[in-house]
């Protein structure tokens, strides 16, 4: 499969380009924070429960909130139907999508209480835990759990040997390497690194690089859609 | 995974890690001794006792042939499972994997495909199966670095292991086509400090750890971040280039440099 063709990619997006991506924050009545997120092809709800109580209460510390994570792809949004529930693959992504957010939470405020995310995949095209943690993030924000920062995050991969951001499906099944990462882009932590396929430590480098860069834009995304639901009921 | 420290021990070893030493008295990037056995189970097609200091796992391969991917009839397939047995530690208990083991068994199921380990194109079969290949990574004991031993004792098993072509009728027994040599180098970092191939205590107090899946080349075939802590960008350089180099020595130390010994 040739994936690289004057420069542009098969979605015709330049090597360092980020797919179109749209924050849509409170997007749920229900949830104490939420989030939708549309990410190129991927269609994604993301909510916040608590603080609350901790069921079974044999889980709760007594000196912080505990952090959960739900990450769920819904039956009908991959091509092939997905049996519904956790497989090994979702169980892995929430673990550590939840250490990829847990950094950055101050948990100290809420001794013996969770703080319940949700993350649902209504429709999959390739970097859901990334676009996932971008919207649990954010909805974080908006469900008013005090954070040290935002955590953001994206995929860089390779395809016909250029390093690249932010994999459409075809790019991440069918390309060279793929590696999520997620960070605080204002302190430069890093909280989730993964990465399969093949990268020369040169390759890696440069995706290393180009990582910091889609997160860095993402997070300027994440932070305008913020404001610009509170600056709206600033002005009420 | 849960295991709990006493306070004044935590503080011990961050105040060695000041001064780039170790409780056991290891250089920083220096491993517990690396022990491989391998044939130990004969009823299985491979198998390994790896042990990496007190930790020790045993990976057993059972090869059989069965249905293909509808997906993709013509390549072999991988199942990796890891079992973290109540016997190797008090913090693990019995019931279903949790997602401990699943990532252990998903890091070294990448480490093993993502880079081309096992040649799957050449474990078709004559009648339209494949050979089906399952990695068992049995946790024996729990003394730290359990995703290296993993990794190593996968890959130990499977390059002794052999297609058992005879019992299913397929001709004379065969090795399996190994083509790489995947090696798993997991870091933590202590206040600066990079150690590798963390004790259990070592990585009980550090708040995250990096496992770094490299092979002949030493170009990257996969890699790891677990646990709630974080890592700098130019942590996260540093310890890729030291693991990269660290598993090319291990190689060397335990295959010879080349895959089949």
Not at chain 1, 3 to 10: A, D, L, S
Not at chain 1, 207 to 228: F, P, V
Not at chain 2, 187 to 210: C, F, H, R
Request: proline letters at 5%; a negative charge; glycine letters at 8%.
């Amino acid at each position: 499969m040739e994936f690289m063709k004057n420069g542009k990619r098969i979605d015709d997006r330049l090597p360092k380009e980020l797919r179109p991506i749209k924050f849509e924050v409170g997007a749920l009545q229900r949830a104490d924070g939420s989030c939708y997120v549309e990410h190129g092809g991927n269609k994604i709800m993301a909510a916040v429960y608590g603080p609350r109580a901790v069921h079974p209460r044999h889980l709760q510390q007594a000196n912080r909130a505990i952090i959960r994570y739900r990450y769920n792809m819904a039956s009908f949004s991959v091509e092939e139907r997905r049996r519904p529930g956790p497989d090994r693959r979702s169980i892995e992504i929430s673990k550590v999508s939840r250490e990829a957010i847990d950094p950055v939470i101050i948990k100290e405020f809420y001794p013996r209480s969770t703080i319940d995310i949700f993350v649902e995949i209504l429709q999959a095209d390739a970097g859901t835990r990334s676009a996932g943690i971008n919207a649990a993030s954010v909805a974080l924000a908006d469900a008013g759990v005090p954070m040290r920062g935002l955590i953001s995050s994206c995929a860089v991969g390779k395809v016909d040997d250029t390093v690249v951001l932010d994999l459409v499906k075809e790019e991440d099944n069918y390309g060279q390497a793929d590696m999520p990462i997620a960070m605080d882009v204002r302190t430069g932590e890093v909280t989730l690194l993964q990465m399969d396929g093949h990268l020369t430590l040169d390759e890696f480098e440069q995706a290393l690089e180009l990582g910091k860069i889609g997160c860095a834009s993402i997070a300027d995304m994440q932070r305008e859609a913020l404001i610009q639901k509170y600056r709206g009921e600033e002005d009420e | 995974m849960n295991d709990v420290i006493a306070e004044i021990k935590r503080d011990y070893i961050y105040e060695l890690a000041k001064r780039s030493e170790r409780a056991d008295g290891r250089a920083l990037d220096e491993y517990r001794p690396i022990q491989v056995e391998v044939g130990l189970i004969g009823k299985a097609e491979g198998s390994a006792r790896v042990k990496i200091g007190n930790t020790q796992v045993l990976v057993g391969v059972k090869v059989q042939p069965g249905e293909p991917f509808p997906d993709s009839p013509d390549t072999g397939v991988i199942i990796t499972n890891v079992e973290l047995v109540p016997l190797a530690s008090p913090s693990f208990e019995p019931g279903p994997p949790d997602e401990n083991a699943i990532e252990l068994a998903r890091v070294v199921d990448r480490g093993v495909r993502e880079s081309g380990a096992i040649d799957l194109s050449e474990l078709t079969l004559p009648d339209g199966k494949v050979w089906i290949i399952f990695i068992d990574v049995h946790v024996l004991d729990h003394d730290g670095n359990l995703m290296d031993a993993a990794a190593l004792g996968a890959l130990a098993a499977l390059v002794h292991a052999t297609k058992p072509c005879e019992r299913y009728g397929y001709g004379p027994d065969a090795p399996l086509p190994i083509k790489e040599s995947p090696i798993a180098v997991t870091a933590v970092d202590l206040d600066g400090e990079i150690m590798l191939d963390p004790s259990l205590d070592e990585e009980t107090i550090a708040s995250s750890k990096l496992t770094v899946i490299s092979g002949l080349q030493g170009a990257l075939a996969g890699m790891q971040k677990s646990g709630t802590g974080t890592l700098s960008v130019e942590e996260i350089a540093r310890i890729v280039k030291l693991a990269s180099s660290k598993a090319m020595q291990i190689r060397d130390d335990l295959f010879g440099g080349s895959t089949d010994g």
